[in-house]
Each structure stands twice: as C-alpha cells, then as structure tokens.
C-alpha cells in the first residue's frame, strides 16, 4: 500500500536552515507529482511547493526564494530545503502524493505522510 514516512523536523533558531524528506513506498515514485503542505496552529493546511513529475516546480509566495522542494527518484524521497526559517514557518509539515496537475493546480490525493513538526523560534 502507499506509504509517506516524513522525517526531519525538529527546533530551530529564527534564520537557520533545516531539510525535510518525505520516503514514498508503494508507487512509482518516479512518475508522481508531490507536495508539501503545511498546517500551523488554528490555521487551514496550506499548499507550500509542488514538484512535477518532470522536476517543475511552484512554491507559495511566503515562502519562495527560501524554500527549495526537490526530489530524488532514486531513492524514492521528497525533500523540502527550508532557508532563513522564521516564526511564520512553524507548522506541521506534510507530504503529499499528487492526484493530478492540471492546468497549474495541483491536486491532492488522500495519500498523505503523518506530519513532521518544525518549530522556529525567534
């Protein structure tokens, strides 16, 4: 069956820099589209970075030019670099498998990782 395992989460100083992967079994991960969302407390989950299927990629404006999202095929892994954190980024973070990616929107499926918790603190 599907599996998103995150990991990578954790506390850190306001400015400093942290990676989270995200480990996909049960898929061709390869062929894919991925997510990170994050949800920070009291708010809705929100869409942080998309990666294709062919290494496109789209970010929310809060966090573009901070964040990086990646993948390694290879490895079956998602990963997402997080530069220059700030007390706005604390949130759960979760992975996503993509159900489709039509006309710039992503579109998630239920398939989701069991959160990772990322904590900066100011």
């Known amino acids: 069956q599907v599996q998103l395992v995150e990991s990578g989460g954790g506390l850190v100083q306001a400015g400093e820099s942290r990676r989270l992967s995200c480990v996909a079994s049960?898929?061709?991960?390869?062929?894919?589209?991925m997510a990170w969302y994050r949800q920070a407390p009291g708010k809705q989950r929100e869409l942080v970075a998309t990666?294709?299927?062919?290494?496109?990629?789209n970010y929310a404006n809060s966090v573009k030019g901070r964040f990086t999202i990646s993948r390694d095929n290879a490895k079956n892994t998602l990963y997402l670099q997080m530069n220059s954190l700030t007390a706005e980024d604390t949130a759960v973070y979760y992975c996503n498998l993509g159900n489709r990616f039509t006309g710039g929107i992503y579109y998630p499926s239920g398939y989701w990782g069991q959160g990772t918790q990322v904590t900066v603190s100011s």
């Open positions: 990666i294709t299927s062919r290494n496109n990629t």
């Open positions: 049960g898929i061709i991960f390869s062929s894919r589209h």
